[in-house]
Structures are given as C-alpha cells and as structure tokens.
C-alpha cells in the first residue's frame, strides 16, 4: 500500500533500520524518502516540531501552500505534537474514524493499538438516522474509547462534530488529528472541533478550508510516531520543544 505518497514494504530487511521515515524499509526507499523530504525541508521552515508537521502535510499533499492551512490547539502550535508523541510513548491506543485513515498507519515506531469507529453504533444510526461514523464515535465514547487516546478523524465531518459534542461532555483524548474533507459540513466541521478543543484544552491539530482526507490524516499521525521514535531514540527532548 501507499502512505505519505510513496510505496511502503512492510517486510523486514536486516539491512535497514527498525523504523523508518515514510515507512521506507529497503535502501532505494529511504534515499527517496529522504531526498523527497530535504526537498520539502526547503519550502517550510525546520525550527519547531509544529514545523514537521507542516512539513508533512505538504509532503502529503503536494503543496507547499497546504502549511499555511494548518491549525493548532494548545499553549503553542508544537503542544499537539509533543502530547501526540508522549502518548505514542505512553502506547495509548489511536482510534480512526474510518478504514481507510487505519490502513495509512504505519505499523512500525510504535506499541500502540490502531483501531477504527467505523462499524460499531449500528443500532444508534439505525434508531436516530445519524450516520454511521457519527453514531460509531458516540458508541465508543461511551465505552470510554477516546479517552488519553489519539483520535483521527480524516474522513468524515459528522465524525468530527460528533467527537466536538463528547469533547464538550468531558472526553479528553491525549491529542486529536482533524482533516475531514469535503463540501459539506467539512471546514464547519473542523472549525467547531477547534472551538471546543481550545474551551477544553485538548490538544488538536487541523487545517482550514474543504482540502483534507484520509491521507494527510494518516500521514500528520505517522508524524507523532516519528516524533515519538526520535525521543525514544534521544533526538528530541519534548521539553525542550
């Protein structure tokens, strides 16, 4: 499969790290991973960790204008990062919204549980008519699912405003990723999702604007775990960031 816009091989090769950027595992992979990044590394600033982030999303998406779309929830921009990675860390669980956002995370950097919404709330969604990632969060907030989790939402607007609505009722997840995309409900969505994150001091990282998806989401999540795996490795000391 692809994530971050390049092939991954999820074999193992004794020849290559652990983990790696991008989910590269073979030597031609991680020379086009890190040349695909040095050259990202010229169009965004490389200063804080809110800076790879941004690097990620233009490297996901294609555009160097897609950093200036990026919102974040917190003391600072880089306080969504440092919470995603010291919960990476801490092996919290990462709960998607939909298969596709599960599919794009990488496997490697990390003890953490990846599971989705996507299939519970069945009854919810049939008894109230909400759709069905909507009433999945609700179903796993109410087993207690999203709390000190990741939770990533890059599909679905309805999915984001319904984990507003838990936000507000006292759910704290360690950090949230938002990138539904669309024209409907989509940038209202993410909008509304700051809002209440901002009131209840949970960490979150989002875009502006109808541009999103499954992708960026899984790529800006697959940044916490690279973040994550560079202080576990001793690069990063998340204080001092």
């Not at 994530?3 to 790290?17: C, I, L, N, R, S």
């Not at 965004?44 to 800076?51: F, G, M, Q, R, W």
């Not at 969604?125 to 179903?139: D, F, I, K, P």
Request: charged letters at 25%.
């Amino acid at each position: 499969m692809t994530t971050d816009g390049h092939a991954t091989d999820d074999t193992d090769d004794g020849d290559v790290e652990e983990y790696a950027d991008l989910g590269a595992t073979t030597a031609n992979a991680m020379e086009i991973a890190e040349t695909s990044m040095d050259r990202v590394r010229n169009l965004v600033p490389d200063e804080t960790l809110a800076d790879r982030i941004r690097q990620k999303s233009v490297h996901a998406t294609g555009d160097p204008e897609f950093q200036h779309l990026l919102r974040f929830t917190g003391t600072d921009d880089s306080e969504p990062v440092r919470a995603g990675a010291r919960a990476v860390l801490d092996e919290a669980p990462v709960v998607t919204d939909i298969t596709m956002v599960k599919a794009g995370i990488t496997g490697r950097g990390h003890d953490c549980e990846v599971r989705k919404a996507i299939g519970n709330g069945a009854e919810l969604a049939a008894e109230t008519g909400m759709t069905r990632t909507a009433a999945s969060v609700l179903e796993l907030d109410s087993e207690g699912v999203y709390d000190g989790a990741i939770a990533v939402v890059g599909n679905a607007p309805t999915a984001a405003l319904a984990l507003a609505d838990c936000l507000e009722d006292g759910t704290r997840p360690a950090a949230i990723v938002a990138t539904p995309v669309g024209f409907v409900k989509a940038a209202e969505s993410r909008q509304r999702l700051r809002e209440v994150a901002a009131e209840q001091r949970v960490p979150l990282i989002t875009n502006v604007g109808r541009r999103g998806g499954s992708g960026l989401a899984a790529s800006l999540t697959n940044e916490l775990i690279h973040v994550a795996s560079d202080v576990r490795d001793g690069d990063v000391v998340l204080d001092e960031q």
